[in-house]
């Protein structure tokens, strides 16, 4: 990927000019170790966000506020507070996940460009959706390994809308166990 756009990373240029916000309708799961990590990043910056964390519908993600919005997102900057140790799954974006209890394969999933700009430039830079997707898969798999099963399940059962299959492989061993495939 370009690291030499107008100062800033190939990213930051598509999606600081993006009239979308990731951070709004999203609720990226976390596990008990990315929670350990965001409480100790906010401790250590000072950031008093109350109830940082929600448990809804299965799963523990972070909390949103009366808009929607992720409490992590800054208002004012629209910029994410907690980037250098955010959610997994909004490393891996655009790129996201499912899994096939049938096949018992992990899919991954591009977002369409009707929902993510940056997806459609990644769309036509092959190398750089290359790149990406090497850092997302590794996410994806540490994230998936690290939730419940009951998490999983429940995960999987939200719709992600105008998304295409990029690829699939088979799950590792230890989340086909706990997911007794």
Excluded: W
Excluded at 19 to 25: A, L, M, Q, V
Aim: with cysteine.
């Amino acid at each position: 990927m370009s690291q030499d756009n107008n100062g800033k990373t190939y990213s930051y240029d598509v999606c600081s000019n993006c009239k979308n916000t990731c951070c709004h309708g999203s609720k990226p799961p976390l596990s008990d170790e990315r929670k350990k990590i965001l409480t100790q990043y906010m401790h250590e910056h000072g950031l008093n966000i109350d109830n940082p964390f929600s448990t809804e519908g299965g799963y523990t993600y972070p909390s949103v506020d009366e808009d929607g919005v992720c409490v992590f997102n800054d208002r004012k900057t629209k910029r994410c507070m907690v980037h250098s140790v955010k959610p997994e799954t909004c490393v891996a974006s655009p790129i996201t996940f499912d899994i096939n209890f049938h096949t018992g394969m992990v899919e991954f999933y591009l977002k369409k460009t009707v929902i993510c700009e940056y997806a459609g430039v990644l769309f036509h830079d092959k190398p750089a959706l290359k790149q990406l997707f090497l850092v997302a898969h590794d996410k994806i798999v540490e994230l998936i390994k690290q939730l419940s099963a009951e998490e999983l399940k429940a995960i999987c059962k939200i719709d992600e809308p105008d998304t295409f299959k990029y690829c699939q492989e088979p799950l590792p061993p230890e989340v086909a166990h706990k997911l007794d495939l």
